[in-house]
């Protein structure tokens, strides 16, 4: 499984923009991946949502590295 970093650089090579962690989060979470509950979340609802146009990206890098 890659890391939220490894995700982060190829999603940069490949689209020319570094995701943040939180929209990595929510679209694991959207494809029904683990997600563990952040130390610095409010709630159980999560805050920050990845921004529909940058869900493509994040998805293609989670397939490069055999997550879904």
Do not use: S
């Amino acid at each position: 499984m890659a890391t939220y970093r490894q995700i982060q650089e190829y999603v940069k090579a490949k689209y020319g923009f570094q995701p943040k962690t939180c929209w990595i989060a929510d679209v694991k979470e959207q494809e029904g991946l683990d997600v563990k509950h952040a130390w610095n979340r409010a709630g159980n609802e999560r805050q920050v949502l990845c921004p529909p146009e940058k869900v493509r990206a994040i998805r293609d890098a989670l397939r490069h590295f055999g997550m879904i």
